[in-house]
C-alpha cells in the first residue's frame, strides 16, 4: 500500500500566505478604527500632533528628501512639506492614502499606498519618520520593517521615531487591552536601541514624555554611526589644531 506524503514546502508556503493574509486582515480592521478618530484630527489639531510637530521644526530643512512611513491622513506630511521638504508618504491603508490626498494635499508631497514591511522605494532619504506606526507592526514582520529602513538609508540619514513606550503598552495590554488596537505590540526602549543601533544607527535623542498619563511616549532621534563619528571628528580638530 503506497502513502502519499504532503509537500512540506508546499504547506509552508501556505502557513506564510495565511499569516500574511491575517496581518493584512488585522490592519484593514485597525485602519476602520483609526480612520474614524484621524479624520477628526483635520478639524481640531491633537495635542501629540502639536509636540510632534515642535520636534520635527528641529531637523526639517527646505528641500530635504523625507520618507513619512505610516502616514495616515498625512497630517505630519502635510506639516513637513509646508516647510520646503519633499515627502514620499506611504500608508498600507488605500482609504487612508485618498482621505490624505484630498485633505493633506501639498505640491511637495507623493503618497503611495505600500506595506512598510516590504517597500523598495530605489532610493535613500534625508529624514525617514516613524510616527504612530511602528507600534502596529506584529512582532514577527519587525526585522522585515528594520531592514527597510536599512535598505532607505544612508551614512547622513537621520531617522525620528515617535511611539507609545513599550512599558506603557504591556501595561495597557495586562489591565485594560480593550483600550488597545488590533496590533498595538509593546516595543520596549532597550529593544528599539539595540536594533537600531545593528541596522547601524545611534540615539542622539530621546523623550520620555505624557499627555494623559507620565511616561506614556517615547520620541528618538537616530543618526548613522558614521555620522556620529565624523561629528566628533570635526568637534576634535579645534583641540588639536
Known amino acids: 500500500m503506497n502513502s502519499i506524503t ?99 494635499s501639498h505640491d511637495n508631497i507623493t503618497y503611495l499606498v505600500e506595506d512598510a514591511t516590504n517597500l523598495n522605494l530605489m532610493k535613500t532619504f534625508d529624514l525617514i519618520t516613524i510616527i504612530d506606526s511602528m507600534e502596529h507592526i506584529p512582532k514577527d514582520r519587525i526585522e522585515s520593517f528594520f531592514q527597510v529602513l536599512k535598505k532607505h538609508s544612508s551614512a547622513d540619514t537621520m531617522i525620528y521615531l515617535n511611539i507609545p513606550d513599550g512599558r506603557y503598552q504591556e501595561f495597557m495590554k495586562n489591565n485594560y487591552p480593550q483600550r488597545l488596537q488590533i496590533v498595538d505590540e509593546d516595543y520596549q526602549p532597550n529593544f528599539l536601541l539595540q536594533n537600531f543601533k545593528r541596522i547601524g544607527f545611534e540615539v542622539v535623542f530621546i523623550n520620555i514624555y505624557g499627555l494623559d498619563l507620565h511616561y506614556q511616549y517615547n520620541e528618538f532621534i537616530f543618526i548613522s554611526k558614521q555620522k556620529l563619528e565624523n561629528s566628533y571628528k570635526g568637534e576634535m580638530l579645534k583641540f588639536t589644531k
Not at 59 to 70: F, H, K, S, V, Y
Open 6 to 104: 504532503p509537500n512540506h514546502g508546499q504547506k509552508v508556503k501556505e502557513n506564510i500566505k495565511v499569516k500574511e493574509d491575517d496581518f493584512i486582515a488585522q490592519k484593514r480592521l485597525r485602519i476602520m478604527i483609526i480612520f474614524r478618530i484621524f479624520k477628526n484630527d483635520h478639524k481640531r489639531e491633537n495635542p501629540r500632533h502639536i509636540h510632534i510637530k515642535k520636534t520635527l521644526e528641529r531637523l526639517l530643512r527646505t528641500n530635504m528628501e523625507i520618507l513619512d512611513i505610516g502616514c495616515g491622513t498625512g497630517i505630519s506630511s502635510y506639516y513637513m512639506a509646508s516647510k520646503g521638504a519633499k515627502v514620499t508618504a506611504v500608508d498600507l491603508s488605500k482609504k487612508l492614502i485618498e482621505f490624505a490626498r484630498k485633505n493633506s
